[in-house]
């Protein structure tokens, strides 16, 4: 990830990839929120059996404040076609000036 204070209108690097050795459908998103707001994805990976992908990309920090990042993994069963969140990984903060 980029660096962790930033100014306002500048851009963030976010990327990261994960998956399980369970053999189900798996997707990989980054997600973020602004301050105590709500968890938003902000990209997802296809996913695949067995792969839940890798992502890279860039998010703009809009105002000041503080942005959070986590990586989320969401499967599938084999009986439900519904993905339902499997793990997120530690949260990274990057402060807006």
């Given at each position: 990830m980029s660096?962790?204070?930033v100014k306002a209108g500048a851009r963030v690097h976010v990327k990261?990839?994960?998956?399980?050795?369970?053999?189900?459908?798996q997707k990989f998103c980054v997600q973020q929120r602004q301050d105590?707001?709500?968890w938003?994805?902000?990209?997802?990976?296809?996913?695949?059996?067995?792969?839940?992908?890798?992502?890279?990309?860039?998010?703009q920090a809009?105002?000041?404040?503080t942005l959070q990042f986590r990586g989320a993994l969401y499967e599938a069963g084999?009986?439900?076609?519904?993905?339902h969140l499997q793990t997120v990984t530690p949260t990274e903060t990057v402060r807006v000036r």
């Open positions: 660096p962790h204070t990261g990839d994960a998956s399980n050795d369970a053999d189900v459908f105590k707001g709500p938003r994805t902000v990209k997802c990976a296809h996913g695949g059996i067995g792969l839940g992908g890798t992502v890279d990309t860039w998010v809009k105002r000041r404040g084999w009986t439900s076609h519904r993905l």
